[in-house]
Structures are given as C-alpha cells and as structure tokens.
C-alpha cells in the first residue's frame, strides 16, 4: 500500500525549485506592450535573481552552476529529516504547509457533515495522526491479508490473489492498470507491467559492485528482523526465501533503458492468446478477478516478464510464494501500523537506501498521506488560496510564446525535411495547455473515511480508484484528467493525449515571478514550458502524433539525422561525473536532457521575440541575456546527500540538477555570447560538439 501514499502515476516529470529572496527593485522602462510581453508600462520591476548564493570566486566561463549557486552550496546544511534541499525541494515543504494549514484549519470546524470532502480531509488525518491508537493495534489491521496468504492452497489462487492484492493497493508482480491506447489514442486499454520488487530496481539484486552487495546484505537483515517484530515464524528462512524469489524476478525484468523505449513496450495481445505467452498464468481467472474479463485485448509492455514470471510461478514453491505474499503485505503496509514498525521500514529505506538521518516529523507523513489519498479536495481549496486568476493569465501568454517560438525553431532547422517539418509542425499546434488546476474535479463521494481505521481508509481508497478506473473502459478519454494535484511542485507531458501540465504550486519563484522582470521567468518557468513541450520531441516522445498515437510520422533521413543528434547527446551526459566513481547514464536521462536543451533554447528565443526588437532593461547592472541564463540555473539549485545522489543515478530519467544546468548552458550559443565564453574557458566546447535538436 506504500504506493497508495503518494501522487498519482505521471508521465513526464521535471525537478523544479524554491523561492528567491533579497531582489533588489529598481525603477526602470520596459519595452513597448505587445502580445508576446508580459509586463506592463512602467511597472516596477526586480531582477528576480537572488546574488547572496553566488560564489564571485567562480568564473562564470568555468563553471557557471557554481558561480550561480555556489556560496548557497557551501553553506547550506541538509536537515536531519530530509535527503535533499534546494530550490525545487524547498517550494515543495513550503507547499507543504500550506496544505498542512488547510487540513488543520478544516479539522477545527465544528460538526463536519458526515460523507463530506471536510469531514474526509480531516479524519483521514486524524486517522494518520493517531498513534495512540495505531500502537494499541500493533499488527492487527493486516491480518487478514496474512490469513489470505496462508490459505492459498494452489498455484491458481496464487495468481487470483495477485488481482485481489493490487486491488486493495498492494504490490503483485504483474502491476495491471488501464490507460490510453497509445497507438489508438480515443480509447482506454488495459495494460501489464513488471512489478513484484521491494528494492528500487533489477541492479540492486543484481549489480556486484560493493555498494550494492552491502544494500542487499542490509535489506536482508531488514527483513528479517521486520518477521522477528511481526512474530511470523522462522524470520532468517524468510528473508533468505523473500530476497531470492525477488532476485529471481529481478532477473526477469526490463532495465530502466529498455523499458523507457515507447515501441519495445507496446506489445497487444488478444487475451485469448495469452496462453500461448504465458500458459502457467490462468489469464482468465485473473482478469475476472480484477474486472477486466470482457475486454478482448491487453497490453503487455514486457512480454519476456511475463513469460518468464510464467515459468517462476510454476517451478517455486508454493510455500515460497505464500512467504513471499506475506513479506509484501507487510511491508507495503509498514507505515500504517505501530511504531516499531514505521521505525524499521524507517531504518532501511530510507536511512540506509537514501541517507536519511531522521524520520520527518509524523505530521509531514500526514500531510503526505492525504495529498496521495484526497489529493484533488485538498486542491480545491488550495487554489483558492494560493493560486491568482491573473498568474493563469500569464501562464497562457507564456505557452503560448513559447509554442510560437518552438514553431519558428521548427522551420528553421536546416536538416529536417519539410515534410517532417510539417508533422512537426502540426503535432505543435495540437499541444493542449492545463494550468493551475483541473476544469472538473475528482469525485469522492463513494469513498469511506474513518477517523479510526487508517489501513481501511487506505484500502477503501484504492478499490474505489480501481472501480473508477474499470469504468473508463468502452467509453470515450477523459481529456480533461489530471495525473498531479494542484499543489504538486512539479510538471509533465503526456503523450497519448498530447498535453503539457503546469500546476498551480510550480507557478512560484524562482520559477515563475509575477513580480519580476521578463528575463527571468523566460529563464525559469519558460524553460520549463519550453522543457514539457520538448518532450512530445524528444526520443520517445518523437514516436507520437499530434494526435497522442505511436505512428511515426518522420522521413528515413530525417529520423537518422535525429538519432545521429540524440546519440551525440547521449555520449555528452556519460561525460559528465556525479563521483569519482559514478557517471550519468547517458541514454537513461536522453528524453529528459532533450527536454532541457529544448527548454532553454526554446524559451531564449521567446523571450527574445518579446522585446519587439528593443533591448532589454539593464536591471542590477546585468543585461537581459545574463539574467535570462541566471535565471535558468538557479532553479537547479540543489544538494543532495551521496547515498540519495547515488540512488537517482541509479533509477532517475532526470540527471543530476548542476548537470542539467552545465548540459544545456554548454550547448546554447547565446550563453557564450552573454558570458564571453572562449577557447580555454572550462565551458567551452567547440561548435561543431555543440548538440542542437531542436
């Protein structure tokens, strides 16, 4: 149920970052109004660069995220209760507290109605909150799940209590779920993927390097002791049987590369032939069970997964199994339950995985809990609180700048054909835009919210999405869906529908400043819109049509200029060294690094089409140009502790934020000229290695 307890699934993220401080404002003239600026006559205007976190000692032509953020690195101190801070992160605790004041001031009303968003807002919380009583409980509020583990008597109630398992949310090892038919974007599909794994992904099984054979020898200690709290019979013999089952299946599944590749996973399959893939695998129980029995097609994104897990099922015991099942009930559920457990579950996967000295405070996982489970009736009260109509006005204006400018890139290239050109083009003019918050929000009005049963609300709370989720089949998508609440600091593109998603909580400095001059929210939010759009041309995103369906739509030459670019790209990023030890992965990041190296030069020209041909204001002794790329950089601002550092290397599509910086900042021609960056400079690189895609 650990996944329950966050957002839902998205498509397509970007870090982001937290709030300038100490601007100095100026008076000065803006350029004429017109409908790309943003600003009005003879507005006040603050350069929205916050100058206390430079490092002067740093040559901007040698490292230019340090000279931007370097003094803050040195000085900031990473709390106790977190793995990382920085400006992305901190935006994110303080929205975080905001939510954390609406759930409060909700629950100090007196005689919420019953069945009502308030009254669910608030004793979820108060259910979160209870420890009190979640200790008196102790190991109780799962124990019918261990009871149905153990009365599994064959191998086919072994695979129907997979369906049952996930749809109260707990972990199986076939993930199913119901999405857009990517290659027949006007209809809902069901889908498997690869799950069944505690540990981030197959490397941690698998990869012999030191530090991963100490995770594994921690995990199993972990494990084990987590059966010795549980009472559950021989803890050692389990955790030897829970670890190889799982490294078994970790052998089975895709690696993060593979799996990222939109054509490889999109494998369709008549359920009455997935026999043939898979007969150990009574299909049509399992798709019964999960609701899913009528449909006569299914998704599967790893076909050798499921052959293979097919051929485990049959040849493990089922013993095996059961210890297994057990250890998952447990631990996806280690956070719901007593102390002892939350500590333990504590002590491995986050200490020990990522670094994380201290537990957060239990009113953060509360808070954490009810964005994940009620996420939309927070967001509705958020945005009426932190979220201005004239800040949705300006975002429009900005995506739609943007997008002009990423036209005019588009007719620019010199070696794209104009047929390409043309699909490119039209895949643009179809990107729908959501800012700020949904036009319709989710209903909760089925889901039952006690203020006394926190692993019952949890699994009320998945079988209700689950329903939901059934009843988008045979009827037309729901294009107005949103996949992250209003007050998630983050954004995202999705293919299949072809849709570029801000929420309201980005739209905040650094990103976005409604106080602050052009350049730097060009810089900042611009390249993030510039960013989401880049992902519909990315490597993967390339696949789609204007329409959200995976047809290609490129010339033979053109789709070979475009991978001779993106490979180019891909060997910069395995240059670049997060430790001695560590590099970037260079084709694990390629979507995100295409996302970023369009975003930066996507908004640069916006916001040069901006200024109508004037130039801009000189503000805090910097030009427009200069503040423009600073205003890029510190939103990247970021520090991390090593073992997390380590971890997103590992499992992270997104490189690690000062390289995401350095990459886009040493291919853009127009930085050098800002910053005079010239041969022999740390920076430069000649332009024949500079990579320009879009």
């Not at 149905?148 to 209590?161: D, E, G, H, R």
């Not at 593979?258 to 898979?278: F, H, I, M, P, V």
């Not at 009827?475 to 995202?492: G, I, L």
């Not at 900042?665 to 690189?685: C, E, I, Q, R, T």
């Amino acid at each position: 149920m650990k996944n329950l307890l966050l957002s839902s699934i998205t498509l397509s993220i970007i870090l982001g970052l937290t709030a300038c401080a100490n601007d100095k404002t100026i008076n000065t003239q803006s350029p004429s109004p017109s409908s790309n600026n943003l600003l009005n006559n003879n507005q006040v205007l603050t350069s929205g660069i916050d100058f206390k976190n430079f490092d002067r000692s740093v040559r901007p032509q040698d490292n230019f995220y340090l000279y931007v953020n370097g003094t803050w690195l040195k000085d900031a101190k990473i709390p106790s209760d977190r793995t990382s801070i920085g400006a992305f992160y901190d935006l994110r605790e303080h929205a975080r507290d905001d939510v954390k004041a609406i759930i409060e001031n909700t629950a100090k009303q007196p005689n919420l109605k019953p069945g009502s968003d308030e009254q669910k807002m608030a004793d979820l919380y108060r259910s979160f909150m209870d420890t009190q009583r979640l200790n008196a409980l102790g190991l109780s509020p799962i124990f019918p799940e261990f009871h149905s583990a153990n009365a599994i008597k064959s191998k086919n109630q072994l695979v129907n209590y997979f369906a049952q398992s996930q749809i109260h949310g707990g972990n199986s090892p076939m993930a199913f779920y119901i999405d857009v038919d990517a290659k027949n974007s006007n209809r809902y599909a069901t889908h498997i993927w690869q799950s069944g794994l505690s540990l981030p992904n197959r490397d941690y099984y698998l990869d012999k390097t030191k530090r991963f054979v100490e995770l594994r020898h921690a995990y199993l200690k972990h494990i084990q002791t987590m059966f010795e709290l549980a009472k559950l019979p021989n803890p050692r013999h389990s955790a030897q049987t829970v670890l190889s089952l799982e490294t078994a299946i970790a052998k089975l599944h895709w690696d993060k590369v593979k799996t990222r590749d939109s054509s490889k996973t999109y494998n369709l399959y008549q359920t009455k032939n997935l026999n043939e893939l898979a007969p150990q695998i009574p299909w049509k129980r399992y798709l019964k069970t999960l609701g899913a029995d009528k449909q006569k097609d299914i998704i599967i994104n790893q076909p050798s997964f499921i052959s293979g897990l097919g051929k485990l099922i049959q040849s493990r015991s089922l013993s095996d199994w059961k210890t297994y099942l057990t250890w998952h009930s447990l631990s996806d559920s280690a956070n719901l339950l007593s102390e002892p457990f939350v500590k333990e579950n504590f002590n491995f996967f986050s200490k020990a995985l990522n670094g994380q000295e201290a537990q957060e405070p239990r009113w953060k996982r509360g808070v954490s809990a009810v964005n994940g489970l009620l996420g939309e009736i927070v967001g509705k009260v958020y945005v009426k609180q932190h979220f201005k109509p004239e800040a949705k006005t300006r975002m429009e204006q900005l995506v739609e700048n943007l997008r002009d400018a990423y036209g005019s890139s588009i007719d620019e290239l010199t070696w794209m054909s104009a047929t390409t050109k043309a699909a490119a083009r039209d895949k643009l003019a179809k990107f729908t835009p959501k800012i700020g918050y949904p036009n319709k929000w989710k209903d909760y009005s089925k889901l039952v919210i006690k203020p006394d049963d926190l692993v019952g609300n949890v699994r009320r709370s998945a079988v209700l999405r689950h329903q939901k989720a059934l009843a988008k089949l045979n009827k037309p998508v729901d294009r107005s869906e949103w996949f992250m609440t209003p007050q998630t600091v983050n954004a995202y593109y999705n293919p299949t529908m072809n849709e570029i998603v801000f929420p309201a909580a980005i739209l905040q400095p650094p990103f976005f400043n409604m106080a602050a001059d052009d350049a730097v929210n060009y810089g900042g939010i611009g390249a993030v819109i510039g960013h989401e759009m880049g992902h519909g041309f990315d490597d993967q995103g390339s696949k789609y049509d204007g329409d959200g369906n995976l047809k290609n739509w490129w010339t033979p030459n053109d789709l070979s200029e475009f991978h001779k670019r993106t490979k180019e790209l891909v060997d910069q990023f395995n240059g670049y060294y997060v430790f001695k030890d560590l590099h970037v992965n260079g084709k694990l990041t390629l979507g995100e690094n295409i996302g970023d190296l369009s975003g930066i030069t996507i908004a640069y020209k916006a916001y040069k089409k901006s200024l109508n041909g004037k130039p801009a204001p000189i503000i805090d002794g910097l030009t427009g140009d200069q503040r423009f790329f600073i205003g890029f950089t510190q939103i990247w601002r970021a520090k991390l502790k090593e073992k997390a550092a380590r971890n997103r290397v590992a499992t992270d599509p997104h490189s690690p934020p000062e390289f995401r910086s350095l990459g886009a900042l040493s291919n853009s021609p127009a930085f050098y000229k800002a910053f005079n960056v010239k041969p022999g400079d740390k920076m430069y690189l000649p332009p024949d290695k500079r990579v320009k895609i879009w």
